[in-house]
């Protein structure tokens, strides 16, 4: 489980984020993201080498919106 709380200008997101299961689509791991939404939020994270990793969002997510690369 990974806990989110951030806060951008005047707007602050709070989620619980849980990791597990494979994700046949990419390879990596499903994540789902709950927060005060109607929907969790569904994502996949792949691990690259040199310890890299990356977060694509299948639908709204909460803190991982776009793809990104992840430092760990």
């Known amino acids: 489980m990974h806990e989110v709380d951030v806060l951008m200008g005047d707007e602050r997101t709070q989620a619980l ?3 597990g299961g494979r994700d046949e689509a990419t390879g990596g791991w499903q994540m789902h993201a709950f927060d005060t939404g109607d929907d969790p ?3 996949s994270l ?3 080498d040199e310890g890299r990793c990356s977060c694509r969002a299948t639908a709204s997510a909460a803190g991982c919106d776009r793809p990104r690369a992840l430092t760990s």
């Open 17 to 19: 984020k849980l990791i």
């Open 41 to 43: 939020g569904r994502m």
């Open 46 to 48: 792949s691990v690259h």
